[in-house]
């Protein structure tokens, strides 16, 4: 709607330029005296009319480019409050893993969002197979009907009153099997039932173990998230779920590493330990049911209290100002950073966030290297390169910019205010140029 009223107003724009045109060759006309003017009125909409035009194309042009699925190049840009409100803490340690907090002097109000979990648990919203309806049975029980379901969408409702922020790789269980969602993006109050894009993390079901899906309270593990949000791929996101991904681009940069001098130290999980887990523990492949199985599960548990025991002690230890994200560093190589638009927001996210880090952690080489502070510093720099961007006008702003094995994504929300909620950036374990690495050597 917004889009068509632009054009009807460049229309209006043009038809009204041929007009003053017409106009003005009639007064000329009229007579050849050189003090000929033309009349106040009409002599100030053509000093006014260059600018009238310049908003009108530049207004059109940003509608435009806004559209769903609009792809454009930008010059390299700022991400917004990436460099004026952020700082880089020392790092918390424990084994490869290292995590700088982001700390911000200034803390922006996220009240007025909902997260999925929140959403999920109070009923402010319901998530649905694509094509589901819910049915009576004689005895008034409800029963869904799944006439239409599809594996890589869902249906999403909001009925609360307040938009609704989904983060890629949060994870519903229920329905015919668990999914994963598969992009950012920001859900009104009062929309209409909302198509989801989403993957499955759970290969070896496809029946009802319920009738409506639940928060899971868990974010997948980079890896597997990597290949929701930026591949966009149900085969590569099934592969990471099982751990292939992760022997496959070990085995690619084996002989990088060797020939550097550095033996490879196996992680705490292999791949090998994922395949018994999913015979024994696991067997439709369901990411919590293998991350949170007893042979996988308590290693993350104590790992993840320990990060949580050093993260609030440095957290005691600042004063006026609040973490608000984190870089994440596996071993020498900074792979990952999340980043929010308040400490409230961070705080939301942060146990599940921190659990999907220590997971990728355990399947990773369990090099003791330390990341470097100027690298975590430089990782916060906006990137260069190609930008792609989606919006839903007078809602949200969703824009993708990848730079060589790095890619960065960002959710703005555009009301009340434009306001960055979060902010995304990863170092991708594969180059399209050289096939998959594991790590720079």
């Known amino acids: 709607m917004e889009i068509k009223r632009v054009k009807v107003?460049?229309?209006?724009?043009?038809?009204?330029?041929?007009?003053?045109?017409?106009?003005?060759?009639?007064?000329?006309?009229?007579?050849?005296?050189?003090?000929?003017?033309?009349?106040?009125?009409?002599?100030?909409?053509?000093?006014?009319?260059?600018?009238?035009?310049?908003?009108?194309?530049?207004?059109?042009?940003?509608?435009?480019?806004n559209e769903p699925g609009a792809e454009r190049n930008t010059e390299p840009g700022t991400t917004p409050g990436a460099e004026e409100h952020w700082r880089l803490a020392k790092p918390i340690t424990y084994e490869n893993l290292a995590i700088f907090p982001i700390v911000a002097a200034q803390d922006f109000d996220t009240s007025g969002f909902e997260t999925l979990d929140e959403a999920l648990a109070s009923g402010d919203a319901i998530v649905s197979e694509q094509g589901g309806a819910i049915q009576r049975t004689r005895d008034g029980r409800a029963q869904p009907s799944y006439s239409g379901a599809q594996v890589n969408q869902l249906v999403l409702v909001n009925r609360g009153k307040r938009p609704l922020l989904l983060l890629a790789g949060e994870v519903v269980s229920g329905g015919k099997q668990d999914r994963v969602i598969g992009k950012d993006r920001i859900v009104p109050i009062g929309a209409p039932p909302l198509p989801l894009d989403v993957f499955c993390v759970e290969h070896g079901r496809w029946t009802s173990g319920t009738d409506k899906f639940a928060a899971a309270k868990t974010m997948v593990h980079p890896s597997v998230r990597e290949k929701a949000a930026v591949e966009q791929d149900q085969g590569q996101v099934w592969a990471a779920v099982s751990g292939q991904s992760a022997r496959a681009n070990r085995g690619g940069a084996s002989s990088g590493a060797m020939s550097s001098g550095v033996a490879e130290a196996a992680p705490m999980i292999s791949s090998d330990a994922l395949s018994s887990v999913i015979a024994s523990s696991a067997?439709?492949?369901?990411?919590?049911?293998?991350?949170?199985?007893?042979?996988?599960?308590?290693?993350?548990?104590?790992?993840?209290?320990?990060?949580?025991?050093?993260?609030?002690?440095?957290?005691?230890?600042?004063?006026?100002?609040?973490?608000?994200?984190?870089?994440?560093?596996?071993?020498?190589?900074?792979?990952?950073?999340?980043?929010?638009?308040?400490?409230?927001?961070?705080?939301?996210?942060?146990?599940?966030?921190?659990?999907?880090?220590?997971?990728?952690?355990?399947?990773?080489?369990?090099?003791?290297?330390?990341?470097?502070f100027d690298d975590a510093r430089d990782?916060?720099?906006?990137?260069?390169?190609?930008?792609?961007?989606?919006?839903?006008?007078?809602?949200?702003?969703?824009?993708?910019?990848?730079?060589?094995?790095?890619?960065?994504?960002?959710?703005?929300?555009?009301?009340?205010?434009?306001?960055?909620?979060?902010?995304?950036?990863?170092?991708?374990?594969?180059?399209?140029?050289?096939?998959?690495?594991?790590?720079?050597?």
């Open 9 to 65: 107003v460049w229309i209006l724009c043009s038809v009204i330029l041929m007009l003053l045109m017409l106009a003005a060759g009639a007064f000329v006309a009229a007579g050849d005296a050189p003090n000929a003017i033309l009349p106040l009125p009409i002599a100030k909409a053509f000093s006014n009319f260059p600018s009238l035009i310049s908003t009108a194309c530049a207004c059109k042009t940003e509608i435009d480019a």
């Open 283 to 372: 067997p439709t492949q369901s990411y919590r049911q293998i991350y949170q199985s007893r042979a996988v599960g308590d290693s993350v548990e104590s790992f993840a209290e320990e990060i949580q025991r050093r993260f609030d002690r440095e957290k005691s230890a600042m004063k006026g100002e609040r973490i608000v994200g984190v870089v994440v560093a596996y071993g020498g190589e900074i792979a990952w950073s999340d980043a929010f638009a308040s400490s409230e927001l961070f705080e939301s996210y942060w146990p599940k966030l921190l659990r999907s880090y220590v997971v990728e952690a355990l399947t990773r080489p369990a090099f003791r290297e330390i990341a470097s």
């Open 379 to 441: 990782f916060l720099r906006p990137a260069s390169g190609h930008v792609r961007e989606e919006s839903d006008p007078g809602v949200y702003r969703w824009s993708e910019r990848t730079e060589g094995r790095r890619t960065e994504i960002a959710i703005e929300s555009l009301r009340p205010k434009p306001l960055l909620l979060h902010w995304l950036k990863l170092t991708s374990a594969t180059d399209a140029r050289v096939g998959p690495i594991y790590r720079d050597r």
